[in-house]
């Protein structure tokens, strides 16, 4: 091996320790007693069944409701956006570039008047609330990742189905929607992690146990349990699990549908 | 062909809808709460710019600006050289790099909660295994949840940690980009490797470094859930950025005048980094 190949393995698994170390360790504590343990390999202790006695089922539902109700929305609203943004011309389009600016403002910011307009909407503390933020702040990136996927599909595709008599939304349903599945799988899972981790969102639109999400949940431990390092490794190792599998298992996708807009750009 | 003409407006009236009703609208109404008097969540009435007034005139304010730039300096510094370096190794052909990308992007798709839960059991001055062995090597005891200074690295590392993998991502799809001569060419010129990445990577990768700057400071900027996770903005106020001023000020007491005059201040820096990047896409990075 040359020198060069060596100091490039040394810097690859340098990094790799920096990233896994937090998470190992926290993988590890979740199996360790309460607190006060340095050991690399604590006594074992069971963190996990306890957490079903706090209710962390409930929450794991509300989480699941709100990531999968906001992706697919999402994914409804977006798919037709992103078809007239990608493939139709129209006057006015030029302003599709504001969907690439709007997930650069301060979500934190519009908070305030977010919680106002729900309480008015009378669905404030309730799951809706959670997903229509969800979904707002999801949305431009969905629909202009989704324009630049159905933008790469070749025209002449469709403008043979159109010869062949196929109508506007036979061509959409037939020919540019198993194309763009690519596109669809990345946004789908983007939104759904997205959705799953927050909790600012939650923090500010809810206050009922009932409403909770699990991230949420993991920060009421936090102040209740005060350092129950056990308990709180372990809820957040489960909140881990739908994110890493989902990740492991579409990753080659996601990783070229996020950057096709950098290579672009 | 006249179908066609409203067609493209019909498809894209979900979208447009959604953002009129629940994003531009609410940057207005933050714009208009500003100037009102809001005590325990009632409109009483226009204040003039009475709420901007007070904000300036608190030495609070000037601390969370001032933690606002070190916690956006500190994590450009950690986040940027680390996701470049990291994008010239992924990107280098060797098998097993792409297990490595794996590795690295782990961390930015955990939600902060949980990764916070991970820092604080590391950093736990009783079991934690940084301040155990930062003992046992200087002799000192390092105490990162009451000392400000250790408290504004953790939340900054914390951050960095998070947001590396996506700039690496950017950078090295940059990287792929090159044309393979241009290296050939080099090495029959003799250029050695830091000669190569000098005149070749560096110069070549400029715009997604800028795009990656772009980024990170738009999603730093109003990050808040990381530190209030973490320190809650504590020791004191030591770690209060201007986002979590922001919500601590909406959800916890209630000040709702004072959040929305914080929330045009981050609107207005987040116009200007719109502008910004707007600026980078149509060619000033070229």
Not at chain 1, 26 to 45: D, M, Q
Request: hydrophobic residues 55%; proline residues 7%.
């Amino acid at each position: 091996m040359s020198a060069k190949t060596v100091a490039t393995w040394f810097g690859l698994i340098i990094i790799a320790v920096i990233v896994l170390f937090p998470i190992i360790w926290g993988l590890r504590t979740s199996f360790g007693p309460k607190s006060g343990s340095v050991e690399l390999i604590p006594p074992f202790k069971d963190n996990y069944s306890p957490l079903i006695g706090r209710g962390l089922s409930s929450y794991i539902k509300n989480s699941l409701i709100v990531a999968l109700v906001t992706a697919i929305i999402t994914l409804c609203i977006a798919l037709p956006g992103g078809y007239a943004l990608g493939r139709l011309d129209f006057p006015g389009k030029k302003f599709g570039i504001l969907l690439v600016v709007f997930p650069l403002l301060p979500p934190t910011a519009l908070l305030v008047p977010l919680v106002t307009y729900m309480v008015k909407l009378g669905l404030y503390d309730t799951l809706y609330a959670v997903i229509i933020v969800n979904l707002v702040f999801n949305l431009p990136f969905a629909v202009w990742t989704l324009s630049s996927f159905i933008s790469s599909i070749p025209k002449e595709l469709e403008e043979a189905a159109a010869i062949d008599g196929c109508t506007t939304a036979g061509i959409f349903f037939k020919i540019v929607l198993p194309l763009v599945s690519l596109g669809i799988i990345t946004i789908t899972m983007f939104v759904f992690i997205t959705a799953w981790n927050n909790y600012l969102y939650a923090y500010a639109l809810t206050q009922s146990p009932d409403v909770r999400v699990l991230p949420m949940t993991i920060l009421a431990f936090m102040g209740q349990y005060g350092i129950d390092y056990g308990g709180l490794c372990a809820a957040g190792m489960l909140a881990l699990i739908p994110p890493i599998i989902l990740f492991l298992v579409l990753q080659k996708h996601f990783v070229s549908g996020m950057t096709a807009g950098a290579v672009k750009g | 062909m006249h179908k066609h003409k409203l067609l493209p407006y019909l498809l894209l009236l979900p979208t447009i809808a959604v953002l009129a009703i629940f994003l531009i609208a609410p940057i207005v109404s933050a714009f208009i709460m500003s100037f009102q008097d809001i005590p325990f969540g009632e409109v009483i009435g226009f204040v003039g710019i009475k709420n901007y007034r007070v904000l300036v005139g608190q030495e609070r304010f000037y601390k969370n600006v001032l933690y606002t730039l070190e916690y956006l300096g500190g994590n450009i510094a950690i986040a940027l050289p680390l996701a470049y370096l990291a994008a010239i190794l992924v990107s280098s052909k060797f098998r097993g790099t792409v297990i490595f990308r794996t590795i690295y992007l782990l961390p930015w798709i955990m939600a902060p909660v949980v990764t916070a839960v991970m820092f604080k059991s590391m950093l736990d001055p009783a079991c934690g295994p940084i301040p155990v062995l930062l003992e046992k090597l200087t002799g000192n005891s390092y105490s990162f949840f009451t000392n400000p200074t250790l408290s504004m690295l953790t939340i900054i590392v914390h951050s960095a940690w998070r947001s590396f993998p996506i700039l690496m991502l950017f950078i090295a799809a940059g990287i792929a980009t090159i044309p393979k001569e241009l290296y050939e060419a080099a090495a029959i010129d003799g250029a050695g490797p830091w000669k190569k990445f000098t005149n070749i990577t560096f110069p070549l990768t400029l715009p997604q470094v800028f795009i990656a700057l772009v980024l990170i400071t738009a999603w730093t900027i109003p990050d808040c859930e990381g530190p209030f996770a973490l320190t809650g903005g504590g020791p004191g106020r030591s770690t209060e950025v201007l986002a979590l001023r922001l919500f601590k000020d909406a959800f916890i007491n209630y000040n709702l005048a004072s959040a929305a005059t914080t929330g045009v201040i981050l609107i207005i820096i987040g116009i200007a980094i719109v502008v910004a990047y707007l600026h980078i896409l149509r060619g000033g990075g070229k």
